[in-house]
């Protein structure tokens, strides 16, 4: 058995220990905690599970390193403390464990990151022998493995164009979306994950791993951006309020440009309530959100997936999917060479061992 450590217990966390704790090839060895409510609370609890697992949270990071986990699925969130991510990372790299995460997005294209994310970790790994992989949703299997998958079933292929359509009233994350997303803020505001070049910052990377696979040369990669205000207050479940007039939509897309058209585009179509741009793309199915590839080509191809989790909630399925992809590739990571791993390079497995297995 692979002892594997789930670092974070928040959204992606939740899904880590279940994803853990339902794998054939891993034992889940410890948990770690950053709030000191949760030091001492079971695995299972944290995690969502009907039962307790026997193993108490904690956050004695040090400890947990030293006891020399084969696995480390790192949950903790990137978006706003990107420094202290790497570095918790390159330490259990350091420390010899395969890591996997979807915390560091330069890393996700791990081939043109920038040194500064690059370079520690390819250090750490000459030091300590251990790995990392760096992938989720969107980006991730979104608009990496699924649409170079099916772009394969087409006689020809015109563009791929990779969706993510989502209300975000779903979401538990009420600062990402308020002020890195600016949904509830005046028009005028403006929210850092929409500012020039940082789209192509977290998505560019998945621009890049399709023109590779693809075999084609990007000319460049181009950005547009689209905002709509509220027309009436509206209320949430987990975040409040969001006034009229504030921002209430956002459609933005990340273009890879071959031979002067826009031929692998990643567009997110994003809502604080579904009343808001009701003329842009909805999800295909209704509901709360989904992730679409559309193949333009002889035959056209769309393929649209939608996942739910914990009571029908369409964002924690899309983080549950993020956490299987990264956690059904660690026993192929312990069996590889030590090393810094992108999404080409990890197959996406079949769930071997898994077929009727249940989860208390």
């Known amino acids: 058995m692979i002892s594997t450590v789930v670092w974070g217990t928040g959204n992606v966390g939740r899904a880590a220990i279940r994803a853990v704790e339902a794998h054939p090839a891993l034992n889940l060895a ?63 790299v350091r420390a010899g464990a395969v890591v996997v995460t979807p915390a560091l997005y330069p890393l996700y294209d791990q081939r043109n990151a920038p040194p500064e994310f690059r370079d520690p970790v390819l250090a750490a790994i000459g030091d300590g022998s251990g790995s990392l992989f760096v992938s989720g949703v969107d980006p991730g299997w979104g608009n990496d493995v699924l649409p170079l998958l099916i772009s394969g079933l087409g006689s020809t292929v015109d563009a791929i164009r990779c969706q993510e359509i989502f209300d975000y009233s779903t979401y538990e994350q009420e600062h990402s979306v308020r002020y890195l997303v600016g949904m509830g803020q005046p028009m005028d505001y403006e929210p850092m994950m929409l500012l020039p070049s940082i789209p192509t910052m977290v998505w560019g990377g998945q621009i890049r791993l399709m023109a590779r696979a693809l075999g084609v040369e990007l000319d460049e990669i181009r950005e547009t951006l689209e905002r709509r205000p509220l027309d009436a207050t509206v209320t949430t479940r987990t975040m409040g309020e969001f006034e009229a007039g504030t921002q209430g939509a956002v459609r933005f897309e990340v273009q890879g440009i071959v031979e002067g058209e826009p031929r692998i585009v990643i567009e997110h179509v994003t809502r604080i309530h579904a009343s808001c741009a009701p003329d842009w793309p909805t999800p295909p199915g209704g509901g709360d959100g989904a992730h679409r590839v559309i193949i333009e080509g002889r035959p056209r191809i769309e393929v649209s997936v939608e996942a739910t989790d914990e009571g029908e909630n369409r964002s924690a399925g899309g983080n549950a999917t993020a956490v299987g992809r990264l956690v059904s590739a660690i026993d192929w990571l312990v069996d590889a060479e030590p090393g810094l791993y992108d999404a080409l390079d990890v197959p996406l497995r079949p769930a071997v061992g898994k077929l009727g297995r249940k989860q208390p």
């Open 30 to 92: 410890s948990v770690l905690v950053h709030n000191p409510d949760k030091v001492g609370r079971d695995a299972g609890d944290l995690g969502g599970l009907d039962c307790e697992l026997g193993v108490a949270a904690t956050d004695d990071i040090d400890a947990v390193l030293a006891a020399g986990p084969h696995a480390v699925v790192y949950a903790a969130s990137g978006d706003i403390r990107p420094d202290e991510a790497l570095d918790d990372i390159v330490r259990a």
